[in-house]
């Protein structure tokens, strides 16, 4: 058994399998992930779909990896990113309370 920073645990992975599982990610895996999206799927808050950064990685492909990677790497979140966009779906024709969504 080793010894974590959250105390003794018995070690359940090998240690070349938890290389690659504690290695940083990269700008190469950002992008790979962004092309395997849909273009026009789940907009941020912006409005800004998949596409955009798609087309444009060339321009903003820098600072889109290294805003994420920083992330998936444990830097903290900023208060803008950990935000959600919530779509009310009307269940009748003319919604007047929350309930009749």
């Not at 190469?28 to 799927?41: G, N």
Request: aromatic residues 10%; contains cysteine; hydrophobic residues 40%.
């Amino acid at each position: 058994m080793k010894e974590y920073e959250s105390g003794w645990c018995a070690l359940e992975v090998l240690e070349s399998l938890n290389l690659i599982l504690t290695t940083p990610y990269s700008k190469e895996e950002v992008h790979q992930a962004l092309k395997k999206m849909h273009p026009s799927k789940a907009p941020c808050l912006d409005g800004i779909h998949a596409v955009f950064y798609q087309r444009f990685w060339y321009i903003d492909g820098d600072d889109v990896s290294r805003f994420v990677t920083g992330i998936l790497n444990g830097n903290p979140i900023l208060d803008l990113t950990n935000a959600t966009n919530i779509a009310l779906i009307p269940k009748k024709k003319k919604p007047q309370v929350a309930a009749n969504y």
